[in-house]
């Protein structure tokens, strides 16, 4: 009977993600978001195990946590109306966020559309147009600016990055400014992008920007999750993960911040391989995680790490493993308050900061832990950019001109920082 109950479970979530590969259109009509803050330890357990039931189809955008702090999800409308009653019924606090996610994502597509002659920063690109634009910067700005290949995905695309610096007879301290390692989240890579144009445009006429291009090496990779990032242009918008088949799983990909060899497989992540949070088989299971830590470990001596995703606007340090605060937290934190307060002068967007765990939840196998843990870096972050929820992982393409500037200003505070607290 157990073992029924399993393959019934693994079949009904696989069926109802559609995680087989089929690249048949999905549309989310009459899909809704929930906002549901439960107030005790019980109400939090019983919500993070929705995920395990494939009638219900949960697709949590901001995970269970602890008492008090608010849980999303996104639910088909037979789901969500059955979750409403329940939460009704046991007095559980909850808002709808999103009443139809379609018409969110169809909103998004008209508002997106245009026919620039030009690459427009204030529109959302495919990754073949990203691609492309990097390749335009480096011709443009030979002078500091050469693309880089990184790794091949699975699918067999090459992810590039922009290294940008004044060029030098030595290996500079280098900082890595990464987006779109989970696919859904466009306004990440719109707005890495739209950070690498500011410092191209400014060197030689920004004090501040010219100073650490001089000092540092700076590496803009706008989009980690290739394949999954073309998959949501093309098949499903709310896609997740990589595209990786696994051995032994009808489920496809694994969450590559929950993939990086620290603490891998710990609380915060998933075992079960159709959950957006499965870890993967083993660590670095991934090709672009593995290959952007081999490559963030073998070139170059970096100083510095951030790792762009939405939503929340949240400014987090190490570590996501564990709510223990890190022998660095004093000066890491430091890093983030200037950071927040820059960008906030910008349009006074309010952001928190702190560590992941303590901010947002326990996240085990990722990115910043691992930089930190195994490499030293001790200025490495995670970013949660605009909104906190009013679109959520469909922010209108209106609002990546607005995250692109505030978001710059904070990175140029984060940059001047290292440069003042760090021996050269």
Avoid at 13 to 32: E, M, Q, W
Avoid at 46 to 60: M, R
């Amino acid at each position: 009977m157990a073992t029924q109950v399993y393959i019934r479970v693994i079949l009904g979530i696989c069926t109802a993600l559609s995680v087989t590969g089929a690249d048949d259109y999905f549309r989310y009509d009459g899909y809704r978001v929930l906002r549901i803050t439960p107030e005790i330890k019980s109400h939090v357990s019983w919500i993070s195990e929705w995920e395990n039931d494939p009638d219900l189809q949960v697709d949590f955008w901001r995970a269970p946590s602890v008492p008090g702090r608010y849980i999303d999800v996104m639910l088909p409308l037979k789901s969500a109306n059955k979750i409403e009653r329940v939460l009704g019924t046991y007095n559980i606090s909850f808002d709808v966020l999103i009443s139809d996610v379609q018409k969110v994502i169809d909103d998004q597509t008209m508002r997106n559309q245009g026919n620039d002659t030009e690459f427009s920063f204030s529109k959302y690109h495919k990754f073949e147009e990203i691609q492309d634009w990097l390749h335009q910067m480096a011709r443009l700005h030979s002078d500091i600016a050469t693309v880089v290949e990184i790794t091949t995905t699975f699918e067999g695309r090459t992810i590039h990055a922009l290294k940008v610096g004044k060029p030098s007879t030595t290996t500079k301290q280098a900082i890595w400014i990464e987006g779109g390692i989970h696919a859904r989240e466009w306004i990440s890579p719109a707005t890495v992008i739209y950070m690498t144009k500011e410092f191209l445009q400014r060197y030689g006429h920004d004090k501040e920007v010219t100073d650490l291009l001089n000092t540092f090496d700076w590496y803009f990779l706008p989009v980690f999750n290739a394949d999954g990032y073309v998959y949501t242009w093309n098949a499903r918008r709310m896609w997740r993960k990589t595209r990786t088949r696994h051995k032994g799983s009808i489920c496809v990909g694994a969450d590559p911040n929950r993939n990086w060899d620290a603490h891998w497989g710990e609380p915060g992540a998933s075992h079960f391989p159709c959950s957006d949070t499965y870890c993967g088989p083993s660590a670095f299971s991934e090709p672009s995680v593995k290959g952007v830590a081999d490559f963030i470990q073998n070139h170059g001596r970096f100083i510095g790490f951030m790792d762009f995703h939405s939503y929340s606007q949240l400014w987090m340090s190490p570590w996501g493993y564990t709510y223990d605060l890190p022998n660095d937290f004093k000066i890491q934190d430091t890093l983030s308050t200037s950071a927040v307060e820059a960008l906030g002068s910008v349009y006074g967007t309010k952001y928190e900061h702190g560590t992941i765990a303590n901010v947002i939840y326990v996240a085990s196998g990722s990115s910043v832990d691992w930089t930190y843990d195994k490499l030293g870096i001790v200025y490495s972050y995670g970013v949660e950019l605009r909104d906190t929820g009013h679109y959520g992982f469909l922010l209108p393409s209106e609002e990546i001109v607005p995250s692109g500037e505030e978001t710059f200003a904070a990175v140029l505070a984060s940059g001047m920082f290292i440069l003042n607290n760090s021996f050269l």
